[in-house]
């Protein structure tokens, strides 16, 4: 596509302008947009949406004219008015197509969208109720991306912006960029060095977003049993939001929190629980094996996923008597005792299962029996609490679960 005569794009700015003004003041006077205003708006935007595509010259000049600005603006006006009315929305999602294209490829204008969108225009669109404009705002997000964005983006004024993307996610799973703010995310809360008190309360609050979309989006991690399923990126994000989970209750500063997370503690069991019957059922990614054949792939979706649930289980449990007890109730002991053993698709399974055991039963007597009882009907494999370094004693008719020391 040749480049436009910048006279072109100079006439649309004035077109934007006019738009812009008359739009303002019409909400100033508590007025919804004329729908006249709205689509003049709408069509500059399909124009300029088109000149665009894979068109650097016109990227440029659009860039160099202040269209950037004026759509930027318009946007946040819309976004202002609150309105539901089509011609309103319809505008506002081709603006949102214009961003996406003008910042294709081009790094200048990515730049330039960014000082305008971030984080205002980014979190109000990524947060809005029509499908279509939290889609493409998260498009525009993406394409701006880049690494030298990351550092402001994790700014912790900025954490507030990744509640906001995690919420969009809500209406569009199937998105990418989603992964990436998990990435950056799990970086922030790795780092090593100390966390300011601002930092440490948006991360507590993220903490708590992240198990809700733990708990309303787990069971997507099973269609990995089936292989081909198109439904596979979803199950992607479960298996990164575990393993955010499991770094954030390995932190003394976020454990707490996530302990009296509702429900956090009953989905883990679960999911473990339905994982290991997938994995009974039929030959797949979730069957233990001891062998080359599944395990070989180091790089498959589920690997270590049965292990980081019961990492969860174990973090969750630690010095928590409420949560020791309530992994009783749900009989979710045998079901960890069940796990303790060498799984090629599971690295570390038997020692977070060691861990787990360990954390259930230290200062509890009620679990300590109940393993002790397993042991003495069968159901618990002695050598296997050996290898935990435990044993079962009998006192005054009370069968009791003792530490030993391992040779």
Not at 136 to 162: I, Q, R, S, W
Not at 354 to 377: C, F, H
């Amino acid at each position: 596509r040749d480049a436009a005569d910048e006279k072109i794009f100079a006439l649309v700015s004035q077109m934007l302008s006019r738009a812009l003004q008359e739009i303002r003041t019409q909400i100033v006077a508590s007025e919804s947009p004329s729908d006249c205003w709205c689509d003049l708006s709408a069509e500059c935007f399909r124009c300029l949406r088109n000149a665009c595509v894979q068109c650097p010259p016109n990227q440029n000049i659009i860039r160099e004219v202040g269209l950037i600005e004026k759509a930027t603006a318009l946007i946040d006006v819309f976004t202002a008015s609150n309105s539901a009315q089509e011609s309103c929305i319809v505008a506002f999602r081709c603006g949102l197509q214009f961003l996406g294209n003008v910042a294709g490829g081009n790094r200048a204008s990515q730049n330039s969208i960014w000082k305008e969108a971030f984080p205002h225009l980014f979190l109000n669109c990524l947060t809005h109720e029509d499908d279509k404009v939290s889609a493409y705002g998260a498009m525009v997000f993406y394409t701006c991306m880049d690494e030298d964005k990351t550092a402001t983006l994790l700014d912790p004024t900025n954490l507030h912006l990744a509640l906001g993307v995690i919420t969009a996610y809500s209406k569009r799973p199937d998105a990418e960029w989603l992964m990436i703010l998990l990435e950056l995310i799990l970086s922030k809360i790795s780092e090593k060095s100390p966390l300011s008190e601002r930092e440490m309360t948006s991360l507590r609050h993220i903490a708590e977003f992240l198990s809700d979309c733990f708990q309303k989006q787990c069971k997507a991690v099973l269609k990995l049993a089936s292989p081909g399923d198109s439904e596979e990126e979803e199950a992607l994000v479960v298996i990164r939001l575990l393993d955010l989970l499991c770094e954030m209750t390995s932190d003394a500063d976020h454990l707490t929190c996530l302990q009296s997370c509702a429900g956090l503690l009953d989905t883990v069991v679960d999911t473990l629980r339905l994982t290991q019957l997938a994995g009974k059922q039929s030959k797949n990614v979730f069957t233990s094996t001891h062998t080359a054949s599944l395990g070989s792939d180091l790089t498959h979706a589920a690997m270590g996923f049965k292990a980081h649930l019961i990492r969860l289980i174990a973090n969750l449990c630690y010095r928590n008597r409420e949560n020791q007890e309530k992994i009783y109730q749900l009989d979710g002991i045998p079901l960890i005792l069940d796990n303790c053993s060498i799984d090629d698709n599971n690295p570390f399974l038997n020692q977070w299962a060691v861990y787990a055991i360990r954390n259930l039963t230290e200062n509890n007597e009620k679990n300590q029996e109940l393993i002790a009882s397993m042991e003495r009907q069968g159901l618990a494999d002695t050598s296997l609490l050996e290898n935990m370094g435990l044993r079962v004693e009998e006192r005054d008719g009370k069968l009791l679960l003792k530490s030993v020391k391992k040779k």
